[in-house]
Every structure is written in C-alpha cells, then in structure tokens.
C-alpha cells in the first residue's frame, strides 16, 4: 500500500506539514499557515477541537488548562491544521489571562484567514473550585451555513 | 414464514439490491444508484449513519477514519442504501484531505438526487490530538421539513 | 382500594380497552380507535413512544426494527392507547420499505384523528453498518404549542 | 449557629409552611397556597421538578406513576412549595387519564396565580410497553424571559 | 520556570487578588472588584460555574445547596473572579428564599458591571423531593452574541 | 394472529394472572402467588426491578419512594409476577421506615419461594438532602451462579 | 476491490451462509449449524448482543421483545453466526414465558455446541412497569478464561 | 389520608426527629442519635449519600465541600438519620485537613454504633486543579453481607 | 522549545519510528519491532486501545471494522508503538473471520515479545443486527498486578 | 468569619503550603514534602486525581498529555498535595516514554512516603490514533483496605 500520488492543492508551499518541525517557544515564534480552500463556492463549517492546551496564570506563572473549540466558515483560506497545532502548542509557556487568551487565538485567526464567519469556545479547568468558560465569534453567524452547538459539558464538582 | 411478494416501488430496476455484488476499488468504480420517492407530496427527512467510512491521508497515505451523518429531504428520487454503503466504502483506498472528502461524498449525491436539501456532518477522528469536523448544507433548510440535530458528541481526550 | 368510578370521557364506546383482544395480524386488520379530546380548547402536545416496533423487509421477509416516536397536538380526538398499540403490533408480519413503513403509520393517525399538527420519528435499526432515520411532519409546528425535541442518540457503532 | 430573623416576605400568612400537615386526600380537598413574588418588576422562570408523582387510572385503579417538570414565569404571585408538594401529593388516590391530569395540574396553577406563563411536562411511565408525554403550555413563551429546555430523557426500552 | 512579568492590565489596584483574604461574613461584608474589561470593542460571553454555593433557609436556619451558572458579556469592566468567589462564599451564613437570592446575586452583579447583558442560572438542590430552579437574565439577549445554553441536567431522583 | 395454546406449566391454579383484580389495601391483604419453577435443575437468577414503588413514612404519614431491585435463585417455585407487582402496590397507603420496609419485602418472598437465594436492593428518594440505600441477602451467594451487580446509580444532588 | 480466495475452514458444508435464506416459522424449525472451532487450542470467550429479539406470550399472544446477551466458550465447535441469527428470529411468532425462553435458547446452544461454558442474559422489556431479567449459566466459569461482565443497564422508568 | 399510628421502635425516645431543632455549631455541639436496629438477626447494609457536606480549611479558612458516601452494616443500633444531618452540618464551620475531617466522621459513627462494619468514601471538590478522595473501612468487610461499590464519578476536569 | 536529547533506550535500533514509512500491504508485510522493557523489575500494564481497526469478510470482501483494546504486562521486550500501529493497519485489505483476526493479533505479539500475560478485547461491529466480540487471554492474569476491566460498552440498537 | 487556629499536624515544616512558590523547572528540581500521617492506625486509601498533567515526546519534544490516577495506603507520612502538585507540574518540560514516566512518578512517591501500597493509572492522550494507558502498583494489594475501581473511561474515537 502506497502513498497515492501528491494532489495539486497548494500543499506544495507549506513549511511545516510532513516535515520535521520544532515546538515554536511562544505565540510569536509560530508560523500559522494557509492553503487555498477547496470549494471555495461552498460555505461549510470546519471545527477543531483541541483538548490540549495550555498556558501560564499571567500573575502566578501556574499552569493553566482549557479544552478549546474552534469553529470557522472559510472564504478563500483554511488554515493548515499541523500549523495551528504548532500555534496552540506555542502557548504552553506564554502568559495570559483566560479571556484574552482565548479572544487572542481567535483574532490571530481571523487575521489570517479572513474568513466568512469564526468563533471559538474556551473551557478552562477550574481555579478555586470554579471554572471560567470564554465564548467569542466574529459576528453574527452567517445564515444558510450548517453550525451545530459544540456542546461541551458543563464543569459539576464531585458526585 | 416466506419473503412477502415484492412489492412494484422500482427497485426492479437495481443491479446491485438483493444481489452479490464486489466492493468498488475507487469512488469512480462506484455506482449510486436511485429509485423514485415514496410519498413524492410529502416532504420527510432521511438520515443515514455510517460510523465505519475510511480513506486515505493523501500526503503520507496513512488510512483516516470518520462517523459520518447524511440527512436529505428527497424531491423526486431516494439513493438506493446498498449503494450507498458500496459507494462510501470506495473510498477505503482513495486518498483526499478532510474537508475535500466530506463535501466531495455530499455533492455526489446532490448530483444524483436533486433532493429538496443535504447535509452532511463528517465527524474525523483525531490527528495531532486534534480532530477536525466538516459540516456542510445544500442551502437553507426547508421550511417546514422536521430537521433534528445530529448530536454527534465531540472530542473530549482522556479522562 | 378500590377501582375509582368510570369517568364520563368518552372511553365507553370502545372496543378495546380494557377487554381481552388478540393481535391484529396485518395493518388493515387493526383498528385504531378515537375518543374526543379533553381541554379540546387548548393545545397540547401528546408523544408516544415505541421502543418495540418490528416489521418485515418486503424484499427478503426478514425482520425489521425500529424505535418510533410519535408526536401530535389533537383537535377534537385523542387516539385510544391500547388500539395505537395493537395497531403498531399489526406490522409484525407486513413487508415494507423503512421510509414507506414509517409514512404509513404517520399518514394513518392523520387520518383518524385529523390532529392540529402530527410528526414521527422513526429510527431504525442498522442494516449493513448504516441504520436509516425517517423524519416527517404533517406541515409547520403550529405556533405557541410547546414541541420538545425527540433526542434519541444517534447510533455510534462500537467503542 | 441560630435561624436566622423571619423576613418580612408574606409567608406570615401562610398555614402550612413550616407547620405540621397532613396530607390532603384529593386536589378538592388540598389548599395551594400563594405568596407575593419577590422581585415583581422581573421576569425570571421558576421551575418545580416533582419525580414522585402518582395517581391511579381511572378505569382499572392501576397505580400509575410520572416525572413532573412545571416551568412558571410568575407576575404578582409565586406559588408556596410546600402546598404544592401536598397538592401533587393529593392525586395520590385519584383516578384521572394522563393528559387529563397533566393538564389538570397546569390549570389549577394558572388559576391560582395568573402568572405570565406556565408549562407541564408530564412524563408518565410505561403501559403496554410504550409511554404517554404530555406538554403543555398556557400561552406563547413570554419574549426576553430565559426558558432552558426541559431535556428529560426519552424512554428507550432495554439495552 | 518563573512567573511571566506583570500586565499592565488594572489588576494593580485589586486588593485581594494573589493576597491573602479572610472570608467575608455576610454579602454585605463582601467587596466585589472590577477591571477593564480586555477587549472592549468585542462581545464575547464570560460564563462562571459555581457548584460551590450555599446559604442558609430564612425560616428554618437549615443549610441550602445550589449549583450556580452565571453568563454575561462585559461592556466596560469584567469582575475579578477571586472576589467573586469571595462574594459567593459569603452568603455562607446568610438566610434567604432561594428565588430572593438567586436574583440577589445577579442584581448586584449588574450594579457593579453595567453589563450588556448577564443570566443567572440557579439550581438548587432538592427539598420536599422537589428541587427549584431559578433562572432570570437582564433583558433580551444581545444579537450576534454567541451565548450557548447552560445544559445543567435536571433532578432525576432515583433509579 | 391468535394467542398460541395454553402451556401446562402450573399457572392454571393462578387467582390473579389473566383475570380483573383490585388493588390490595395493605400488604396483609395481598396474595403473592407462586407456580413451579421452570428448569428446577438449573439455578438461574430472576431479577424484576421496581421503579414504581411507593409507601408512607410511619411518623409523619408523608409518602416516600423507592426505586426497587429484586434477585433471587429459584429452587422449587417462582413468584408469579402480576402477583408481585400487585403485593409490591399494596405497600400505597403503609407505614414502615425504609430500613424494615425494604427486609419486609425480601422476608414475604423468602417464606413464599423458600428461594435458593434472594437480595433486596431498596433505593430511596431523598429526604433530608440525603437518600437511604438498604441492601440484604438471605446468605451467601451461591456458588456458580451468574449474578450480575444492580449497578443503581447513586444520588448525586445537583450540577 | 475483489473477494479474497475461501478460507478452508469448514464453512465449506454450511447450508444457510452466503446463500438466500428462509425465516424459520419457530425454533423446531430452525438448523442451528456449527463449524470446527478456530484456535481448538484455546479458550477464548465469544459473545452475541442480540437487541433484536421478540417472542409472544404464552397466555396472551402479545408479543414480548428482550435484549439477549449470550456468552460462550468454545470447546471444539462454534455456532455459525447467521444460523443463530436465523434460530432467534424463529421465536417471532413462538409462545414462551419469559424464564422458559430464556433457558431455552441457552440450553438449544449448549446441546449444540457442547461448548466449554456458556451464559445468557435475557434482559427482557418491562410488562406491568416491572420488568424481569433472566441470568442463567452452564456451570462455575471455567477458570483462565477471560469472561467481561455483560453490563446491560438497569431499567430506570422516566426521569 | 391521616398519619399511619407510631411504630413501637424506639423512636419514642428520639429528641430531634419530628422536633424543630437549632443547626449544630460544631460536630462536638451536635447529638448524635440511635434507635434499636430492625430485624437485628439479619445483616444488611445501609447507605447515606450525602452530597451537600461542606467545611473549612484549617489553614486559609476556605470552605471546602465533598460528596460523601457512608456505609455500614448494624449490630444493635441504627443512627437516627436526622441527628446525622444535622451531625454532618456541624461541620459547616469547622477547620479540618481532608483526611482527617474523612475519617473524624466515620470513628464518631463507629463509637456510637458499634456496628459490624463501617466504610466511608469521601470525595472533595478539587483544590488546585486536583481532588483529594479519602476511603476507610473499619475492617475487613463481613463475609455474606452485600456491599455494593459505590460508584462515585472521578474528576475530569473539562472537555 | 527544542526536542530534548535522546534517551539511551533501545530506540536507536529502531527502523520505523521518527521515520517516513509506507503502510504495509498484509500483516505478512508488517515489521513489528520491539525494545527492551523499562523497568524490567516492575510487572506494570500496558493498554493499547485502537478504535480504528478495520479488516474484510474472507468470504465476501466486505469491510469489517472492530474497536480492539489489547492489554500486555512486559516481560524483557515492549513493543514499538507505532510499529504496532502500521501492523493493525496491514488487516485493512486481509480476509479474516472476527474469531480468527482476533487470537491471530494476540498471538503475533505473544510470539514476539514473550509477555508475562496478554490479552486482546475485540469488539466488532454489528453484522445482522449482532454484534460479536472476542475475548482471549495468554493465560491466567499474573498475581499482583493491576488489571483494570476495559469497560467497553455493549451494543444497544437503537433507542 | 476568622481562619481557624493552626493545627498541630507537622504542618509547621512545611516549606511551600501556604506560601509563594515558583513551578519547578525539572523533576529534580521539585520538592516533594511529607507531612506525618494523621489516623496512623488506621489503614486508609488517598486517591489524587490528576487531569492537568503534561510532559514532552522525548524523542520529537512534541508536548503529550495524560489524566493520572494516583491511589496509595500511608503508613507513617502522607505527601502534602501542593508539593505534589508542583512536582507533577514540573514534567512539563521534561522528555519521557510514556511508560517510564508514569512509573517515575509512582517510584518518587514510593521512595518519599515508604508507603503500604501505592498505585498509578497513567491514561495518555492518543497519539497515532491509539492511546497507551500505564498501570502498576507497588505489590498486591493490602487485605482489608478499601480500594476502589479507578473507572476512568476507555478511549472511543468519534461517534
Ligand atoms: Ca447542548
Ligand atoms: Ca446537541
Ligand atoms: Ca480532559
Ligand atoms: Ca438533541
Ligand atoms: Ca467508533
Ligand atoms: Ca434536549
Ligand atoms: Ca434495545
Ligand atoms: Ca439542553
Ligand atoms: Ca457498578
Ligand atoms: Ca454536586
Ligand atoms: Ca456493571
Ligand atoms: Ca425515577
Ligand atoms: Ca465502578
Ligand atoms: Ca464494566
Ligand atoms: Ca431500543
Ligand atoms: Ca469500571
């Protein structure tokens, strides 16, 4: 079973993907990169889901931990997803509170993207026995475009 | 306890229904196939669920997996289910990225059908800890058609 | 404890209730019974479910099953329980296709009970890896009527 | 740790809170009782969950058994929750039909407190293997009031 | 690893944040704090949940239970969450109805912050066998926010 | 499709199967009725769950509920199950505390089936924000039966 | 895409898989069939979940539906899949109490197969509000073998 | 429906149990009860959940909270279980580590009662992203007593 | 953030870990590789779940897809873990009956790493409405260490 | 509402509770602290529940994530839980098998506290589609000492 042969999608010029890579050291040292949408006549929605993050208490230097949910609608541009894993990665020893962390991850990819429609769900881990969750979109949801809820439960304490 | 007469509903004319039949190798090898609508005056949901779709990456060739949900309204045509099934199963060794992927297989069936309104919701499993989802629509849906949410469940990683 | 005097509903005209019956064996054997409604001034939404339902495959006469949700908002009739039930029971040993099966059923009360607004969900079970729902309604939810979502859990395969 | 000074809150008129009672032995013969709303310039939904309701059919005295949920929105009024435990508690020996007595409930309420608006959901147990919802609501959901789902689970059988 | 250097974010002028703090001991003892809301040309949707709260029956002096979730969407200043918990934790000692103070809180929330709009959504635990919710929000919620619903599941009893 | 023939297997000695009964006043007034016991040379378990069961508190009169789960081995007979369920009803309108009512129970069915073995697993609804479980057996489990844990869920307050 | 060569693994002399079949009327009717154990060497568990069972009741001639678990360890024989698929659905239109059904098809497989061990458990759907579930194995586990618990959920009734 | 005449069980002697009582400032303000156990022949195991216990922190003076499970099996005495609500509330100002405040309750209980055998699990709400759970036995537990586990949730934090 | 230096682990020798490969054709093709065990004084598990397994039918080319959890306790040797992944992958175009496929996977890695115990989970999903699993073990679990259950769910239909 | 008096518990030489501390840059350079065990007759489980955990590829310096179960029996010393919590936090920079890490951590806390038995369930994030779980204990399990099931739930893909 072999690869099958390379598409023409513009993958061509990526830096990162299928290449090895390091762990970029903060949000500035990431390299978020885009590729040509395919269906670029179509609105669909793409979600990631990223239960994987971490950064740093601005004020404490102590760990922080959030499941993020990131839903966009592209117009010319997706994002390239080793990319913006590499770019959420690159949080781990950055400083910020919970909501501008979370707004920032969503501005970065607005800027980059342009896209139609993005939002993005941040639910953090509980500090003093009571979690913080961030939600943020772009603007009012596009309409005729498919945008399930994300439906991450909700923090319950014990028992 | 004997098979009840076969009823006169166009499934006559099939080639692959109630037939043995070989798995197609690729998505051009597969043939869809379509019979005339029960109740053409009525417009109802149909929603088909196939947790055991397959492919390829396209870039390293390693097999991708997704739960996939189709919901349509048919107008004139319903997709006969056999061929279905044999037509996401074509895929196994077809190599495509995510987003392709999932809108290639709803467009697919736009073309056969003409339905009254598709969508597709293709839930991938993680990546880089990371799973995407692609959901995408025909149109707005249909007023007055009963459209319930796919309440696919995310991603949540360990614990 | 004694049985609390019969109340003057309507329920005295039946032929089902609350005798002995032996099961319809096909749907035009069955028969649905009506009672009028109560508080037939206010609109109310009455939903049955039908974790029990099993037909026959017209093509191969091997058995079908599906769990049935059957929402209405009456007018002047109610249907009787008991005979609803019979009725479902009818299918047994009929052959029909899942999405003709499920109209059927739908289009049957429509008959009987003339109601505001009816739907039905049919979700049935998987045949080849890939179960098929059936949604339809007998025209737009009328307004100011309190309609719960149906929420039955997509099928997940394994895992 | 002593009780706390007795607010000035209108529930010096009342007959049962916080007094020894007995429980009623019909509706007829139970007595709801009423206090002003706190808060009368607002708009807030007050939601009773009663798991232990019980009644009995009125054809064959059969117990029978629901999960109640009431949703209210009061304007001048609020029900007191001890008399409403004791009301609930009163059909406990009477034979009523399902959507009779869920609707029963609902009116009595409206009648005692004229609130905005007001809703039932009534989830009854099985008979005959398939059980009877009933949803009601006196009137169009009031706008700008917030009025989460009730989201109690269907019934699904065995497995 | 050593703690990030300061923001110039106002959280200078907190007086219990990253200090030590006693428990005030009533809700008037309490000192709720504000800072700049970051981002204050977006709307986004800050959610605190809080299965922590307790306070104590007016009537009886007995400890009441509840699970609090409380959105808003900032305007000019967001609250410091330690305060917050601090404010929480001072009903401690405090008698009052649960309707009373569950919009208590909400109230003086919206005096401090002068959101754009903020819901309170309180579910306390069972008395009687029959839990109370109460749920209010300041207004109509804002257009194009992405507000998502609080999913708290309801009291099932038993079984 | 008529009712198959009668099989010989003891139920023709039955008082309350197949026939009109009333609901027992109190459980002295009950008739738990036992047939022989299929397969007597095998030990299977029989387990009936009981979420229906409802008595009176003997201080306050207050009714209380229970979720009930019932297994036992069957040596020479089995209970007949109408017969329980009517027995298990006539509990309504008695008083006896959770711990007696629930041994109670399992104590009638041991004296009746002179049973291999037998467990009662009685879960209460709260009182008091604290639920009572009560759980006996007549013995020690037999050796080489299959018998499968309840696995009731616990009570877990609210959130 | 094309059909790997037959295996020679004595499904060569099996008369029902692979090839069009008939219901069996009832379980005399049915050819339960059997192929030479894979891995003979070995004792491994095998188990079916059957959620698609219904007989009828012996007094009544109502249907019946029960979610079957059936675990085995193989000695020198295993059951042939489609032919007990074939056995379970010749029960449709069969009369049996529910422990004698149960025990039945338990010991139709042991006569079979004479198979190391084997369990069911019938978990049969609620009559009367009370549903009963039958739990029957051939002897003491066989010790070495890995045998996972069956982990059907109890009924709950609403709520 | 009038209360049920008392029970001669040793109730009579209670000071607290349907008596207005005062909340316990401290567990050494607050009087434990007990009655004779019934059916004091048999072993059998009670359970309480109590899931709205909360204390202090010996140190910061922070409320903590845990959902606690207790279960034993009597000898001669039961406890009363309003004296151990009202026991369990006397924390509510007390300072103690979690390990200690875990074990404190259960030893309070083993004097009082001298049971058989006693267990708590004691589940706390986390505390710098992580909980503490504390689970004492008194002993081995007794053989042919049931003791079912008790099946509290661990902590996930979010996603 | 730079990748941390390597450790002097075994892993050098390896020739597909860190290293592009190509999926392998059949599991003859496969090269599982393995490293000497950490901690070879120590008998720990080792779980490996693989929801992503996917195999076909020998006798007619149909896609089989199945949710395996292996369990091993190293004795000298652990396997490489991606070399274990591409091995599971080599099953997507190879005939092989459930039982079969399932000890033949178990049986490979028992041949290579010499474990001091294994056992494989294979969950399959449903074909005819029936689901099979396989259950093996390479003996009696090892004294002393932990082996926690692997709680897949059961199959339920739908409903 | 005052911080209670400082217990007399070994909590006075402690170097990091209750003070400003800095997150360790290494396993080696974390502190472990032990404070004498209060109940030291009494053999009593500790179970800490750690979802934030994180720690890099030792190979790739790509970050992994796992959720750990940490149960152990004190016998002179418990582990004072923000040390402990600073010592998980300070893997977050350090390269690591899966396997070797989890039972690191399981050592360091054996070598500190010499305690009667001590256990670590290590459930990874997955990584290639198939996540690894690490589970080992100190010895068997000490008799008489309750232990409960860890139940973290098993990886499922999607759907
Ligand atoms: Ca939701
Ligand atoms: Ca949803
Ligand atoms: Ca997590
Ligand atoms: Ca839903
Ligand atoms: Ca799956
Ligand atoms: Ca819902
Ligand atoms: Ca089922
Ligand atoms: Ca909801
Ligand atoms: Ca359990
Ligand atoms: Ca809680
Ligand atoms: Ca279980
Ligand atoms: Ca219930
Ligand atoms: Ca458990
Ligand atoms: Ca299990
Ligand atoms: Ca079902
Ligand atoms: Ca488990």
């Not at 040509?36 to 601005?58: G, I, K, M, N, Q």
């Not at 993005?120 to 881990?125: K, L, R, T």
Request: with cysteine; hydrophobic share 35%; proline share 12%.
């Amino acid at each position: 079973m072999s690869a099958p042969s390379r598409p023409d999608d513009g993958s061509q010029t990526l830096t990162q993907l299928g290449k090895p890579t390091i762990q970029p050291a903060s949000p500035e040292d990431a390299t978020l990169e885009r590729v040509p949408a395919p269906y670029r006549d179509r609105r669909y929605l793409v979600r990631f889901t990223a239960p994987e993050f971490t950064s740093l208490c601005p004020v404490t230097g102590q760990p922080d931990f959030a499941h993020l949910v990131i839903d966009y609608v592209p117009d010319q541009w997706i994002v390239e997803s080793k990319s913006l894993k590499l770019f959420l990665t690159s949080f781990r020893n950055h400083g910020a509170f919970h909501e501008a962390c979370s707004v920032q991850i969503a501005t970065t990819l607005v800027d980059l993207l342009n896209p139609v429609w993005l939002r993005i769900g941040a639910y953090w881990y509980p500090r003093g026995g009571m979690p913080i969750d961030v939600f943020w979109q772009s603007g009012t949801p596009p309409e005729g475009v498919w945008i399930p809820p994300q439906d991450v439960p909700g923090y319950r304490g014990r028992g």
